[in-house]
């Protein structure tokens, strides 16, 4: 309720119980099951901007331009965080709000075109990686 967002959180099956129990009700606050890839690619595409602390939405929300609140006290692709396109937050309640205003604010400027999850030599890296495991030529 901090920016008036609503807030859809989709959850593991078995978290749905205690945070339903510990979790106070708003209108702003919609609690979900768990979704299906496509899911959460839609769900992540309609987003403001993201909390979690999985590693693998935190790269694929960085590929849907999409700012992350990364709930880790350490580590969640720190390249990220230093391109200042996501921030690690504690899990206190100031905490937390500060990071939703800075992604507020942030969600404003352009999101960087450059990725530092993203080699432009890809395929040669590939193939280099390839050949120092196996020893010799594909």
């Given amino acids: 309720d901090h920016t008036g967002r609503p807030v859809h959180w989709s959850m593991h099956p078995r ?4 945070v339903t129990t510990s979790c106070p009700r708003s209108s702003h606050f919609n609690l979900l ?3 299906s890839y496509g899911g959460m ?3 992540m595409m309609q987003s403001a901007y993201v909390l979690t602390d999985s590693g693998g939405l935190i790269r694929e929300a960085h590929h849907l331009q999409r700012h992350v609140l990364v709930r880790r006290d350490y580590g969640g692709w720190d390249e990220l965080v230093t ?3 996501n921030r690690r937050i504690g899990d206190d309640a100031n905490d937390i709000r500060a990071a939703m205003s800075w992604a507020e604010e942030v969600r404003q ?17 590939g193939i280099e990686a390839l050949l120092a495991l196996g020893g010799g030529p594909i």
């Fill in 15 to 18: 978290a749905h119980d205690l």
């Fill in 33 to 35: 099951g768990s979704l």
């Fill in 41 to 43: 690619v839609a769900a």
């Fill in 83 to 85: 391109l200042g396109v």
């Fill in 109 to 125: 400027r352009p999101y960087p075109t450059e990725s530092p999850l993203v080699r432009s030599n890809g395929v040669q890296f």
